[in-house]
């Protein structure tokens, strides 16, 4: 696995904002769905996480200059948090599991996630 894989952009030559990764956790009693955006402005990029509930998540980086390397974009996904005080659908015990993992931009974000599932027995 190429942890140093990064794309050239995460847009194309007329949009600022693209999906980078769609999470799912089957796990979880309603199946939950967390999307992974990235927003251009003045040349930095911006990220940003949403839920079904509209939980404001803490991320790492939460900005740069350049697309992530595929082992920083793994960081953020697995060390993202909810404020518990203004934590909705009891979201951060859902981010305790292995997500499903998918991005037309990292193609091997799945078969990280995918291993990881395997290994630690969701599979």
Not at 46 to 52: A, G, P, Q
Request: glycine share 6%.
């Amino acid at each position: 696995m190429n942890f140093d894989f990064q794309p050239k952009t995460y847009f194309n030559e007329t949009a600022t904002n693209a999906l980078i990764a769609k999470l799912t956790y089957p796990e979880s009693q309603w199946g939950e769905e967390i999307c992974i955006f990235a927003t251009s402005v003045d040349g930095v990029i911006y990220f940003e996480i949403v839920d079904f509930y509209g939980n404001e998540y803490s991320i790492k980086p939460s900005e740069c200059r350049n697309p992530l390397p595929l082992q920083e974009l793994i960081l953020l996904i697995e060390s993202m948090e909810v404020d518990k005080k203004g934590e909705m659908g009891g979201i951060n015990e859902t981010l305790l599991g292995i997500p499903v993992a998918e991005s037309t931009l990292y193609p091997q974000l799945k078969l990280y996630f995918d291993q990881k599932r395997t290994h630690f027995g969701f599979v």
